[in-house]
């Protein structure tokens, strides 16, 4: 409920960016399922940017249009990756699971080449 309100306190002000770090990070899975579909619900009606940070890379796929994969320190930008599928998303929705699945393994990609990276630097 905490985050709802925040969220609602968030948009009373009609912001042109909305900065989101880790929102849902705590929620159940239902939770934060819900959440990500009012987003993506707000999102439509509004058309505000929205930069979300998220650990999760299926939760980066489903609400993004485009994720920016960040490096290790020295924080940079590492790859971005493009999510063409349309909307509205879903969890587990048949239609989009080829190009959202897709678009997770770019993500993957990426961080696994971060982290290879990391390796032979070592």
Do not use: K, Y
Not at 25 to 35: F, M, N, S
């Amino acid at each position: 409920m905490q985050q709802r309100v925040a969220l609602c306190r968030a948009l009373l002000t009609h912001p042109r960016v909305l900065l989101m770090d880790e929102p849902f990070a705590a929620l159940d899975a239902l939770t934060r399922e819900e959440l990500s579909l009012e987003l993506q619900r707000i999102w439509s009606e509004r058309r505000t940017t929205i930069l979300f940070v998220t650990h999760s890379i299926a939760e980066a796929a489903i609400l993004s249009d485009r994720v920016v994969v960040l490096t290790p320190r020295p924080g940079s930008v590492g790859r971005v990756v493009d999510v063409p599928v349309p909307r509205p998303r879903a969890f587990g929705a048949e239609a989009h699971d080829a190009a959202l699945a897709a678009a997770e393994a770019a993500i993957r990609e990426a961080l696994a080449a971060q982290r290879d990276e990391l390796g032979s630097a070592a």
